[in-house]
């Protein structure tokens, strides 16, 4: 299980409409918006802050953890995070690789790092998220993510 969590927190954010890759260019517009964004989730998760965690998401968006079930809703969402939290995850760092836009909504796909209290590195993943704009805001709305480490075995 405290592995699965591991696992579980490195899962994050997607966006954008035409293919656009991470580079100095690309100051300002959706991949900003959802660099920003992912900021202000690693922030929040930093600060073992699972609500605000929780609010960055639709009302129904949903997680897709490996080896476990669809978590869905911001309650279930707020109280997976806060799991994650609890299992030794003290930050997780998210780097955006590219933004694809699917007209009302946001492709993202990137790469995570997780990092225990001490600073050591514990995982590291690679995601995928949908965003979608809700109140002039983007939100993940499905975050799918798996690691890089080897499954564990029986």
């Known amino acids: 299980m405290r592995c699965l969590s591991r696992v579980a927190a490195v899962g994050l954010l997607f966006a954008c409409a035409s293919r656009v890759t991470v580079d100095a260019a690309q100051e300002s517009g ?39 079930q669809i978590v869905e809703g911001r309650p279930a969402i707020e109280e997976f995070w806060k799991a994650v939290m609890a299992s030794g995850i003290a930050r997780v760092e998210l780097k955006t690789a590219e933004v694809e836009s699917l007209g009302d909504a946001l492709a993202e796909s990137g790469r ?43």
């Open 30 to 68: 959706p991949l900003r918006a959802i660099e920003r964004a992912n900021q202000a989730f690693a922030a929040a998760f930093a600060k073992g802050d699972a609500k605000a965690v929780a609010q960055m998401y639709t009302e129904t968006g949903q997680l897709f953890p490996p080896n476990t």
């Open 112 to 154: 995570a790092t997780l990092f225990g209290k001490e600073g050591t590195v514990l995982d590291k993943a690679k995601y995928i998220v949908v965003w979608k704009k809700v109140g002039g805001q983007w939100k993940l709305h499905r975050d799918c993510w798996n690691s890089d480490q080897a499954a564990p075995k029986n």
